[in-house]
Nanobody, 120 residues
Framework: QVQLVESGGGLVLAGGSLRLSCAAS????????MGWFRQAPGKEREFVSA????????SYADSVKGRFTISRDNAKNSVYLQMNSLKPEDTAVYYC?????????????WGQGTQVTVSS
């Protein structure tokens, strides 16, 4: 079964905004921690943000602090990433992931990714 499905990616000008969504199902939804990762061409996958089951615990990579906001709506089985003041260096494939208890040591389920392209 499909466990995680991302949406909301696209092409945007520098300084613009996008909101990514991730819909979880099955065992992935039962995972306490949800996170976002990204991978740019020719680079390793990197951590972007994570959120605890309650939504109280959040974590951000230094490169996105003050610009990105992670949130979740458990009634909708969804997690979101609001991205503001986008920069060309934010261009990457963004992946939603589900992991263990906060703070997660690893992630057990992964989506197939959604492309975000920021042009100058």
């Amino acid at each position: 079964q499909v466990q995680l499905v991302e949406s909301g990616g696209g092409l945007v000008l520098a300084g613009g905004s996008l909101r990514l969504s991730c819909a979880a199902s099955g065992r992935a939804f039962r995972s306490p921690t949800m996170g976002w990762f990204r991978q740019a061409p020719g680079k390793e996958r990197e951590f972007v943000s994570a959120i605890s089951w309650s939504g109280i615990g959040t974590s951000y990579a230094d490169s996105v602090k003050g610009r990105f906001t992670i949130s979740r709506d458990n009634a909708k089985n969804s997690v979101y990433l609001q991205m503001n003041s986008l920069k060309p260096e934010d261009t990457a494939v963004y992946y939603c992931a589900a992991g263990g208890s906060w703070p997660a040591r690893g992630y057990d389920y992964w989506g197939q990714g959604t492309q975000v392209t920021v042009s100058s």
